[in-house]
């Protein structure tokens, strides 16, 4: 069973940065993609971003220019960097993993609480 495990959250204020670390039980490169999502109290749960086994990247318009992700195979880890945060970033942000053979698969992290202040 693959284990998923995000860190790195935290309190910061508006305008500051983060960085996030999922880290995997294996090696990622096991992975067809890999990405950050988050859920918000009372909103349904997002995409912020993913990158592909090949480093594609892609970000949802509301972070676009602001966070980054990256992935180092070698620890078996992606990070999310986030810098110019705002209140509205506050959630719980979730790793995933996707592998699409020999089956379709999805994992999930436990999730790690981001709180920005104004």
């Known amino acids: 069973q693959v284990h998923l495990v995000e860190s790195g959250g935290g309190l910061v204020q508006a305008g500051g940065s983060l960085r996030l670390s999922c880290t995997a039980s294996?090696?990622?490169?096991?992975?067809?993609?890999m990405g950050w999502f988050r859920q918000a109290p009372g909103k349904q749960r997002e995409l912020v971003g993913g990158?592909?086994?090949?480093?594609?990247?892609n970000y949802a318009a509301s972070v676009k220019d602001r966070f980054t992700i990256a992935r180092d195979n070698a620890k078996n880890t992606v990070y999310l960097q986030m810098n110019s945060l705002k209140p509205e970033d506050t959630a719980v942000y979730y790793c995933?993993?996707?592998?699409?053979?020999?089956?379709?698969?999805?994992?999930w992290g436990q999730g790690t609480q981001v709180t920005v202040s104004s």
């Open positions: 995933n993993a996707v592998r699409i053979l020999p089956t379709p698969v999805t994992y």
């Open positions: 294996g090696s990622i490169f096991g992975f067809n993609a």
């Open positions: 990158i592909t086994s090949g480093g594609i990247t």
